[in-house]
C-alpha cells in the first residue's frame, strides 16, 4: 500500500510577502556589485595618478585644474602659521583631533591652502609636540577639492574660527590670502618624523565594502528561499 502524498498548496500570504521581498534582497545584491565596479575604478584612477611623476604647482592651472586631482605636486613656500585653521571632529586610531590647514605663500608669487594632516585636540593649548617649519621650504603633497562630506555636516562659522569641513574659497576669504589656489594641498611628513601633525592617509585607500555587502543580500536572498520551501514541505 503506498501513501499518497498531498500536492503542495502554496500559503497565499506568505508567497505575497516572499516574492517582493526575494526581488528586493536579489535587487540589493545587483546594486552592491555595481556599486565595487564603481569603487574599483575610482580607486585604480587615484592610484594611477598618485603613482604618476609629480607637477609643479605653476603646472597646475586655476581653471579646470580638477583632472589633475589626486596627482602628486610639488611647491615652495612659506607658512604662515598664525592662520592656521583647525576642522573639527576628525578622528584617527579611535582618537579624536582636527585636521590642520596652514595657509602658504608661495614662492612663485600667490598663496594655497595645505592640509598638513591631524593633530589631537591638545594642539591648540600647546600641549603636544607641534612641528612648525620656519622659513621657506619645499614640499610635496596631492591636489584634492574640498567641501562636505555628507549633508550632515555643520556649516562652518568663519566669524568664530569653527571649521567643520574644507571650504577651500570660504577658508581663503577668512585667513586673508591674496591669489589663493582653488584647491588643497595634502601633504605627509617624512619618515621618521615625530610630533604632530600626523600625515593623512592615502587618497586612493578608500572604504570598499561593497563585495561583502552584496554576498549579505545574496545570503538573506537564500536564507528566504530555503524558509520557504522549507516551510511548504513541511506542510506537505
Not at 6 to 11: A, E, K
Not at 93 to 112: C, E, R, W, Y
Not at 188 to 216: D, F, Q
Request: proline share 7%.
Amino acid at each position: 500500500m503506498t501513501t499518497e502524498r498531498r500536492p503542495i498548496r502554496l500559503n497565499f500570504w506568505m508567497t505575497v510577502c516572499a516574492i517582493p521581498s526575494l526581488m528586493l534582497l536579489i535587487g540589493l545584491g545587483i546594486w552592491q556589485l555595481q556599486r565595487l565596479e564603481w569603487k574599483e575604478a575610482i580607486i585604480a584612477e587615484r592610484a594611477e595618478r598618485a603613482a604618476a611623476p609629480p607637477l609643479t604647482i605653476a603646472e597646475v592651472p586655476d581653471t579646470g585644474w580638477s583632472v589633475h586631482e589626486h596627482r602628486r605636486v610639488t611647491l615652495r613656500g612659506t607658512y604662515v602659521h598664525d592662520r592656521e585653521m583647525l576642522v573639527w571632529n576628525k578622528v584617527r586610531h579611535g582618537q579624536t583631533g582636527f585636521d590642520l590647514i596652514t595657509p602658504m605663500k608661495l614662492a612663485d608669487g600667490g598663496s594655497v591652502l595645505v592640509h598638513r594632516g591631524w593633530v589631537p585636540r591638545a594642539w591648540p593649548e600647546g600641549q603636544v609636540e607641534r612641528r612648525r617649519p620656519a622659513g621657506e621650504i619645499e614640499v610635496t603633497g596631492v591636489l584634492r577639492d574640498g567641501g562636505k562630506a555628507t549633508p550632515w555636516i555643520p556649516d562652518n562659522k568663519p566669524k568664530t574660527g569653527e571649521w567643520f569641513f574644507a571650504d577651500v574659497a570660504q577658508m581663503a576669504r577668512s585667513a586673508g590670502m591674496a591669489g589663493a589656489k582653488p584647491y588643497l594641498v595634502r601633504i605627509a611628513p617624512a619618515p621618521g618624523v615625530t610630533g604632530y601633525p600626523k600625515g593623512p592617509h592615502a587618497s586612493y585607500r578608500i572604504r570598499n565594502k561593497h563585495l561583502e555587502y552584496a554576498i549579505t543580500w545574496f545570503g538573506l536572498a537564500a536564507t528566504l528561499v530555503i524558509i520557504y520551501i522549507a516551510f511548504h514541505w513541511r506542510r506537505r
